[in-house]
T-cell receptor
Framework: QKEVEQNSGPLSVPEGAIASLNCTYS??????FFWYRQYSGKSPELIMF????GDKEDGRFTAQLNKASQYVSLLIRDSQPSDSATYLC???????????FGTGTQLKVEL | GAVVSQHPSWVICKSGTSVKIECRSL??????MFWYRQFPKQSLMLMAT?????????EQGVEKDKFLINHASLTLSTLTVTSAHPEDSSFYIC?????????????FGPGTRLTVT
């Protein structure tokens, strides 16, 4: 069974700090990796995707992928209270377009 | 960007009735759409994959006769919850696969909150 694991949190960081969110996956054939943000009562919003080893930066967000370790992370620089949400890691296995989601990490950015 | 709409955003219905939820991709064509269900404080659960012009593929444990999916065009998929019961009350979210991109990114609609009384 394909699994995606995330620490449920909550992860609390002070405003302006770097938030680091982690995700591991079990299927070595996974090819694409996604980070979604979900505010309470809302649907998920795509933040970033990555499919090559290394780092990918977009504004305050950096996704990091290490396929050998089956690990993907999301860094949020200069965290703001508006970043407080649940962050979902999702993985796409090769040969299809279904995503497997983790249970999400709740991030709280405190003033 | 890739915009997906859903209608209605919330619905209350009586037990035993049916409810139809629409999912539309507004600025792209989606050969594949997905239907998820999310209970409070839980993660997304994929219910089915909806393919334009063919039958939907349901996940294990999802009753295909209860959750009817129709993907009649490249921009519209519908989910009908038949003979709804209170345990069907949930947040139903669709997503569309923007296959213009390299990585099968999915964009989500705003969701439909269903309450069955």
């Amino acid at each position: 069974q394909k699994e995606v694991e995330q620490n449920s949190g909550p992860l609390s960081v002070p405003e302006g700090a770097i938030a680091s969110l982690n995700c591991t996956y079990s299927d070595r054939g996974s090819q694409s990796f996604f980070w979604y943000r979900q505010y309470s009562g809302k649907s998920p919003e795509l933040i970033m995707f990555i499919y090559s080893n290394g780092d990918k930066e977009d504004g305050r967000f950096t996704a990091q992928l290490n396929k050998a370790s089956q690990y993907v992370s999301l860094l949020i620089r200069d965290s703001q209270p508006s970043d407080s949400a649940t962050y979902l890691c999702a993985v796409n296995g090769g040969g299809g377009n279904k995503l497997t989601f983790g249970t999400g990490t709740q991030l709280k950015v405190e003033l | 960007g890739a915009v997906v709409s859903q209608h209605p955003s919330w619905v209350i219905c009586k037990s035993g009735t049916s409810v139809k939820i629409e999912c539309r991709s507004l600025d792209f064509q989606a050969t594949t759409m997905f239907w998820y269900r999310q209970f409070p404080k839980q993660s997304l659960m994929l219910m089915a994959t909806s393919n334009e012009g063919s039958k939907a593929t349901y996940e294990q444990g999802v009753e295909k006769d209860k959750f009817l999916i129709n993907h009649a065009s490249l921009t519209l998929s519908t989910l009908t919850v038949t003979s709804a019961h209170p345990e069907d009350s949930s947040f139903y979210i669709c997503s569309a696969d923007d296959n213009r991109g390299p990585s099968y990114e999915q964009y989500f609609g705003p969701g439909t909150r269903l309450t069955v009384t």
